[in-house]
């Protein structure tokens, strides 16, 4: 269809990546989801179309140039333009600073700050002729404040947040919204269930984010118009402190 539009969330997973990528389905954008792994897309992409949304899954390391250049051209030709990127890869290790070695520190730096270089690098060079799109970054609690431990995720977190900032101010006078989202608290995920059960606990409370709830903020920062843009928008349970 000529009028198709398209959805790219790298990093999605079965949380809050999926539960984005399901948001953009509903309002009737083709969800391109990519991670690393293609293989385990395949729940979230059969959940996409029995809900009545169209999706696409890709198996892509947003770490490697050619892949990311390569992915974000098959959407263009073979999908649809690329009206929203998102980019959700985590990348949250913890270890102390004499415990971190060059290449776990190296490898959450490429999947934390490089990956989303290179994303947003290649939907601005799609966007830019349409004048128009969005670029959206999922960013933590590191991305303002490290961390005892966070050594490396905090490095790589403040990186994205400033890579989100410069694009805002080179991009966003083309038409082209960037924003930069802080998830400051727990997340109602199947890691956090097994490993923090007295957090999980707070779910009944809604003291850990609901990842739907993180997808509407996603889908209300996309449909804001230029003239009241936000660009740092953060988001915690009610009763986390802060």
Known sequence: MSDAKAALVVGAGDATGGAIARRFAREGYVACVARRQGDKLAPLVERIRAEGGQARGFGSDARDEAAMQALVAQIESEVAPIEVAVFNIGAN??????????????KVWEMGALAGFLMG??????MLPRGRGTILYTGATASLRGGAGFAAFAGAKHALRALAQSLARELGPQGIHVAHVVIDGAIDTAFIAENFPQRYALKDRDGILDPEAIAEAYWQLHRQTRSAWTHELDLRPWIETW
Do not use: P
Request: hydrophobic fraction near 40%.
């Open 93 to 106: 290790v913890r270890f102390a600073v004499t415990e971190t070695t060059e290449r776990v520190y190296r």
């Open 121 to 126: 690098r290649e939907v601005a060079k799609a």
